[in-house]
């Protein structure tokens, strides 16, 4: 069996490593569902329950049609600004945190500015998780390869 590492290092490329099959194709975008003799990398399960279908972009303009095997990912740049976005967003957010205090107050002590920035980066983070989990793009996994 592999290494908890190994596994990791799986998982975090850009490029799912099971197979999908399209299911119907309509201007730039498609409908895939995984390949039932396939396995996610992430689980190691068969993903014959997994029938859902996913819709992805087919930004690369690959010639593809029902039936046909792709393989999906996120690329890097996507992957890098939402990286960005969720570090720096909360720090900023912080940051600010520390300024407001003076604009309501005219004399703000220190724990009222640790409260506004605690506050401020709460506010950040939890704007980060809705705009990431709550609401996710689900157009932002396009097809890397066709088989």
């Known amino acids: 069996m592999s290494s908890a590492h190994e596994r990791n290092r799986k998982t975090r490329r850009t490029t799912m490593s099971t197979v999908y099959t399209v299911t119907s194709v309509f201007g730039e975008k498609a409908t895939v569902i995984p390949d039932l003799e396939g396995s996610c990398s ?7 329950k997994c029938t859902a279908g ?5 930004n690369h303009n690959f010639q593809i049609k029902k039936g046909d095997k792709v393989k ?8 890098n600004i939402r990286g960005i976005f969720s570090l720096f967003f909360p720090i900023a957010c912080a940051a600010a945190g520390y ?12 724990s009222t500015r640790a409260f506004f920035v605690l506050l401020f980066l ?3 983070a939890a704007v ?3 705009i990431t989990r ?6 932002q996994l396009e097809i890397i390869s066709v088989s």
Do not use: Y
């Not at 992430?42 to 014959?48: G, L, T, V």
């Not at 996913?54 to 087919?58: F, K």
């Open 99 to 110: 300024f407001v205090p003076s604009l309501c107050f005219s004399s703000p002590g220190e």
């Open 72 to 79: 999906i990912g996120i690329t890097s740049r996507k992957e």
């Open 134 to 139: 709550c609401k996710p793009d689900k157009n």
């Open 128 to 130: 980060v998780f809705c």
């Open 122 to 124: 709460a506010a950040g």
């Open 42 to 48: 992430s689980c190691a399960e068969n993903c014959a």
């Open 54 to 58: 996913i819709t992805v972009l087919n």
